[in-house]
């Protein structure tokens, strides 16, 4: 191992050298120094079994690259093809893959490998390069785009691509040289995923699980016939054009538009690219949306966190990249799943991201689909349970019910305002806040306002106040609440008071049928209140801005006014309202008001902050219209000039009335 670590990375070099291994409790991982006496306590401690292809700075990811140090193929030529069909040299011997590969190598005019592993399975083609850094990763990634070719259909041939320019000489003859080589690799089962720098790749000595074959160097036969090549001659040799002929054409191209600045440069289609509103990318925003609004306890009470992770994983996977672990690793917290049994079952993403990623499609019901849990967005709110107003609540862009209408550019605007607001409340505040709006109106009904009257009290719109009304009726504590403060429990006194309903209940009634009479036992007045018992206290609070205190001997309203002020926001006062109260009842009483005083705190900044920025959608018809010109006064400028002389101190009417 430690042999084929010193072939791949530079002892003492810097950057630092990740190591993973497979076994049964999940995959593990390490990062070690590059040094030898480190790299030896790791491999006496650990078992690796997978080595890193480049060295990094913190943890192996691809932002992380500190030194690139190879290129490579991963061969798996014992496997199938996308059609389930064995490839071509599956039954061939490792060293008759070798010479073949050798060959087309040597066709293609590219330098030779540095080394060859088998790895038990496949093999792994590896160039060796030294001294590169970071800066090197955007040549790297064309080097490895070069090598692995574009996607060949079953003929062999690329596919073509719609919008495409017309290649240039240079690009035909560099792709009839390389036609052969993307040919080979099909071929023997060329990995088009094992290309980004995390990859790791077997290392020399581990054993495969999947077979029980160790892997080992199969090419050279000796280790000291191990040498690194060239990163630029390798990259002259793989890419269309060498450094000095991209030079030469960049200056023959700036001297013809230098000669002719009038000349009109021919479009050039762009490479298509993932736009930052695609299909999966909308999806993921929509589904962390929904998770927010709903909650955890939703999904899990519903059993539907399979189908959220699920289309999760596969948003992640169509625009992030990963595997199954790091998503189950990010995905785990958030719906209260183990890590590890997450992992295991987006296995199936995982393998259909890399399907679709090596050109594989699969036949689904006569058309060709893409070979990745590719869901439809109304599917997925299907499963998720997606209704038309949770749609418009939440501002989802794409994942919405079908047939429901997108939003237009001014509601996703609008949307997005409102969820980045500061005072943005809670679905537990708006409802607190339908509840306390619910028990004013109903008091305002109670003192003969009709339902539009109560609504431009309120400042809102008449089917608002009529939900708000039907909430606090069908609330558990009612529209008036009873409070005993420092009593007894047997001092405590409860009366059953008939409270009148405002909710308007829908009622058919037959063609012709005589209108209904109350009956007269409902029409009779309600029985007197008895009377408070001594040392007891009765608090009456029909909001948390007003209530009554009622002890055995006296009666008090307290009441909140809002100031307006910062430092003290509102002030409160308890009056005594009738009676004389005896010894002991202004302590109760004290008592009392501090509760109701912080009830109604409470109260105040759930209020200040829902009103602090309301939205013009609350603001009421009458106040939304456009202010038009009314006639004015006529203006009488003696007048004017009269008050503007005793303004200023001097020969004004005032004056000459006391001279008068």
Same mark, same amino acid.
């Given at each position: 191992?430690?042999?084929?670590?010193?072939?791949?990375?530079?002892?003492?070099?810097?950057?630092?050298?990740?190591?993973?291994?497979?076994?049964?409790?999940g995959?593990?991982?390490?990062?070690?120094?590059?040094?030898?006496?480190?790299?030896?306590?790791?491999?006496?401690?650990?078992?690796?079994?997978?080595?890193?292809?480049?060295?990094?700075?913190?943890?192996?990811?691809?932002?992380?690259?500190? *030194?690139?140090?190879?290129?490579?193929?991963?061969?798996?030529?014992?496997?199938?093809?996308?059609?389930?069909?064995?490839l #071509?040299?599956?039954?061939?011997?490792?060293?008759?893959?070798?010479?073949?590969?050798?060959?087309?190598?040597? &066709?293609?005019g590219?330098?030779?490998?540095?080394?060859?592993?088998?790895?038990?399975s496949?093999?792994?083609?590896?160039?060796?390069?030294?001294?590169?850094?970071?800066?090197?990763?955007?040549?790297?990634?064309?080097?490895?785009?070069?090598?692995?070719?574009?996607?060949?259909?079953?003929?062999?041939?690329?596919?073509?691509?719609?919008?495409?320019? +017309?290649?240039?000489?240079?690009?035909?003859?560099?792709?009839?040289?390389?036609?052969?080589l993307?040919?080979?690799?099909k071929?023997?089962? $060329?990995?088009?995923?094992?290309?980004?720098?995390?990859?790791?790749?077997?290392?020399?000595?581990?054993?495969?699980?999947?077979?029980?074959?160790?892997?080992?160097?199969?090419?050279?036969?000796?280790?000291?016939?191990?040498?690194?090549?060239?990163?630029?001659?390798?990259?002259?040799?793989?890419? #269309?054009?060498?450094?000095?002929?991209?030079?030469?054409?960049?200056?023959?191209?700036? *001297?013809?538009?230098?000669?002719?600045?009038?000349?009109?440069? &021919?479009?050039?289609?762009?490479?298509?690219?993932?736009?930052?509103?695609?299909?999966?990318?909308?999806?993921?925003?929509?589904?962390?949306?929904v998770?927010?609004h709903?909650?955890?306890?939703w999904?899990?009470?519903h059993?539907?966190?399979?189908?959220?992770?699920?289309?999760?994983?596969?948003?992640?996977?169509?625009?992030?990249?990963?595997?199954?672990?790091?998503?189950? =690793?990010?995905?785990?917290?958030?719906?209260?799943?183990?890590?590890?049994?997450?992992?295991?079952?987006?296995?199936g993403?995982?393998?259909g991201?890399?399907?679709?990623?090596?050109? +594989?499609?699969?036949?689904?019901?006569?058309?060709?689909r893409? &070979?990745?849990?590719?869901?439809?967005?109304?599917?997925i709110?299907e499963?998720?349970?997606v209704?038309?107003?949770?749609?418009?609540?939440?501002?989802?862009r794409?994942?919405?019910?079908?047939?429901?209408?997108?939003?237009?550019?001014?509601?996703?605007?609008r949307?997005?305002?409102?969820l980045?607001?500061?005072?943005?409340?809670?679905?537990?505040?708006?409802?607190?806040?339908?509840?306390?709006?619910?028990?004013?109106?109903?008091?305002?009904?109670?003192?003969?306002?009709?339902?539009?009257?109560?609504?431009?009290?309120?400042?809102?719109?008449?089917s608002?106040?009529?939900?708000?009304?039907?909430?606090a009726?069908?609330?558990?504590?009612?529209?008036?609440?009873?409070?005993?403060?420092? @009593? #007894?429990?047997?001092?405590?006194?409860?009366?059953?008071? +008939?409270? #009148?309903s405002?909710?308007?209940?829908?009622?058919?009634?037959?063609?012709?049928?005589?209108?209904?009479?109350?009956?007269?036992?409902a029409?009779?007045?309600?029985?007197?209140?008895? @009377?408070?018992?001594?040392?007891?206290?009765?608090?009456?609070? *029909?909001?948390?801005?007003?209530?009554?205190?009622?002890?055995a001997?006296?009666?008090?309203w307290?009441?909140?006014?809002?100031?307006?002020?910062?430092?003290?926001?509102?002030?409160e006062?308890?009056?005594?309202?009738?009676?004389r109260?005896?010894?002991?009842?202004?302590?109760?009483?004290?008592a009392?008001?501090?509760?109701?005083?912080?009830?109604?705190? &409470?109260?105040?900044?759930?209020?200040?902050?829902?009103?602090?920025?309301?939205?013009?959608?609350?603001?009421?018809?009458?106040?939304?219209?456009?202010?038009?010109?009314?006639?004015?006064p006529? $203006?009488?400028?003696?007048?004017?000039? =009269?008050?503007?002389? =005793?303004?200023?101190?001097?020969?004004?009417?005032?004056?000459?009335?006391?001279?008068?």
């Open positions: 191992m430690l042999w084929h670590i010193g072939v791949a990375h530079c002892f003492g070099a810097r950057g630092r050298i990740a190591f993973a291994s497979e076994t049964a409790a995959w593990i991982e390490g990062m070690v120094a590059n040094s030898s006496r480190a790299l030896r306590e790791h491999l006496a401690a650990a078992d690796p079994q997978y080595l890193s292809q480049h060295r990094f700075s913190f943890r192996r990811h691809t932002g992380c690259v500190e *030194a690139v140090c190879s290129a490579w193929w991963d061969l798996d030529f014992r496997g199938v093809d996308r059609h389930g069909q064995p #071509p040299f599956a039954e061939n011997e490792l060293d008759e893959v070798i010479v073949i590969v050798l060959y087309v190598i040597a &066709a293609a590219l330098p030779v490998p540095s080394y060859i592993t088998d790895s038990g496949g093999c792994h083609v590896v160039w060796t390069v030294r001294g590169l850094n970071a800066l090197a990763m955007k040549r790297w990634r064309a080097l490895m785009k070069a090598l692995r070719g574009p996607q060949l259909d079953d003929a062999g041939n690329p596919f073509a691509r719609r919008g495409r320019r +017309e290649p240039d000489a240079y690009e035909v003859a560099w792709t009839e040289r390389m036609l052969p993307w040919r080979t690799l071929n023997l089962g $060329l990995d088009r995923a094992a290309s980004d720098p995390a990859r790791v790749l077997r290392l020399w000595g581990s054993i495969n699980s999947k077979n029980g074959r160790m892997a080992r160097c199969a090419w050279p036969a000796s280790i000291g016939d191990i040498h690194a090549v060239d990163f630029n001659g390798l990259c002259d040799a793989a890419l #269309p054009l060498t450094r000095a002929q991209l030079r030469a054409l960049r200056q023959e191209r700036k *001297a013809a538009r230098e000669a002719n600045p009038n000349a009109i440069q &021919a479009p050039r289609a762009s490479r298509p690219r993932r736009a930052y509103g695609s299909k999966w990318v909308l999806i993921r925003k929509d589904l962390m949306a998770l927010e709903r909650g955890f306890a999904f899990k009470e059993k539907k966190r399979d189908w959220w992770y699920l289309a999760m994983a596969v948003a992640l996977s169509q625009t992030e990249g990963g595997d199954a672990q790091s998503w189950a =690793e990010y995905l785990g917290p958030l719906v209260g799943q183990p890590v590890r049994e997450l992992a295991g079952t987006l296995s993403v995982e393998r991201m890399l399907a679709h990623l090596s050109g +594989e499609t699969v036949d689904w019901e006569g058309d060709i893409p &070979a990745f849990y590719d869901y439809h967005p109304a599917t709110a499963k998720l349970i209704t038309d107003e949770e749609a418009r609540e939440i501002g989802l794409i994942l919405r019910p079908a047939g429901l209408p997108a939003l237009t550019p001014a509601e996703r605007q949307r997005s305002r409102a980045r607001s500061p005072d943005r409340k809670t679905r537990d505040e708006k409802a607190e806040a339908r509840l306390f709006m619910g028990r004013q109106a109903w008091w305002m009904r109670i003192a003969g306002l009709t339902v539009a009257e109560c609504a431009r009290q309120l400042d809102c719109n008449v608002r106040v009529e939900r708000a009304i039907a909430e009726d069908a609330h558990p504590d009612g529209i008036a609440t009873l409070e005993t403060v420092d @009593a #007894p429990p047997e001092a405590i006194q409860v009366e059953a008071v +008939e409270i #009148p405002f909710v308007s209940r829908p009622s058919i009634v037959p063609e012709g049928s005589p209108p209904a009479i109350a009956p007269t036992a029409l009779q007045p309600a029985e007197q209140p008895t @009377a408070v018992q001594a040392r007891t206290v009765r608090v009456i609070s *029909a909001t948390p801005f007003h209530a009554t205190i009622e002890t001997t006296a009666t008090w307290w009441t909140v006014v809002d100031q307006g002020r910062i430092e003290q926001p509102f002030e006062f308890c009056d005594l309202q009738s009676g109260p005896a010894d002991g009842d202004r302590a109760l009483v004290d009392a008001c501090e509760e109701l005083a912080r009830a109604a705190q &409470a109260a105040h900044q759930l209020s200040r902050r829902g009103s602090r920025r309301r939205g013009r959608r609350d603001v009421p018809e009458a106040r939304r219209a456009v202010a038009r010109p009314v006639p004015l006529p $203006l009488y400028l003696q007048r004017e000039v =009269e008050l503007y002389r =005793e303004a200023s101190g001097g020969g004004g009417l005032r004056h000459r009335l006391v001279a008068a």
